[in-house]
């Protein structure tokens, strides 16, 4: 199985900071890289899919960027709504397989 | 408004069984592979299988830690999918969420929506 190390696993920022979230892969996952947003109590929701594309909706201060096996979720500026945990997932080989979520938390 | 919906989560005992639904709307259920996810409280998220199309041969793909004792199925002409849970262990205690695949044959896609989720609890 691919393994997923994210980190941090919790941060806290201020509104309007930029945040950024990795995940890094145990091996190549070429572009198969998404990024979900759950909130308290709810389900995932689907931020990114394949590395890049912001799913329709998402506000645009989330995007996301790759090196080699490194992925990144930036948040441009943080807003209060962005509380959240967040996923990263790999869908380049069954099992797919999630990173272990980072907890964001509002100053 | 595109959707899925989960039902029969519930309390049961170690060994028994329990069959829990997906029910789609909003788009064409039998286009799409459908997920099953599961959450132990307070734990990240863990994929349990999927069931692709049957377009695709209607393939299903398990995790280790279930395969044998969990099967997927669809009925499309209801627009639902289930996940029957045999020989059920304490550490199947989760929240269960069914999740539609944004491709057919399961593979290289993401997930959504999500359900809201229902929960499993098994013990004694």
């Known amino acids: 199985d691919i393994q997923m190390t994210q980190s941090p696993s919790s941060l806290s920022a201020s509104v309007g900071d930029r945040v950024t979230i990795t995940c890094r892969t145990s091996q190549s996952i070429n572009i198969y890289l998404n990024w979900y947003q759950q909130k308290a109590g709810k389900a995932p929701k689907l931020l990114i899919y394949?590395?890049?594309n912001l799913y329709s909706g998402v506000p645009s201060r989330f995007s996301g960027s790759r090196s080699g096996t490194d992925f990144t979720l930036t948040i441009s500026s943080l807003q209060p709504e962005d509380l959240a945990t967040y996923f990263c997932?790999?869908?380049?080989?069954?099992?797919?397989?999630f990173g272990q979520g980072t907890r964001l938390e509002i100053k | 408004e595109v959707q899925v919906v989960e039902s029969g989560g519930g309390l049961v005992q170690p060994g028994r069984s329990l069959r829990l639904s997906c029910t789609g709307s909003g788009f064409t259920f039998g286009d799409y592979a459908m997920t099953w996810v599961r959450q132990a409280p307070g734990k990240g998220l863990q994929w349990v299988g999927f069931?692709?199309?049957?377009?695709?041969?209607?393939?299903?793909e398990y995790a280790a830690s279930v395969k044998g004792r969990f099967t997927i199925s669809r009925d499309d002409s209801k627009s639902i999918a289930y996940l029957q849970m045999n020989s059920l262990k304490t550490e199947d205690t989760a929240v269960y969420f069914c999740t539609r695949d944004g491709r057919a044959d399961g593979r290289r896609g993401w997930f959504d929506p999500w359900g809201q989720g229902t929960l499993v609890t098994v013990s004694s």
């Open positions: 069931i692709g199309s049957k377009a695709v041969g209607g393939t299903t």
């Open positions: 394949g590395t890049y």
């Open positions: 997932q790999q869908s380049y080989s069954t099992p797919p397989t």
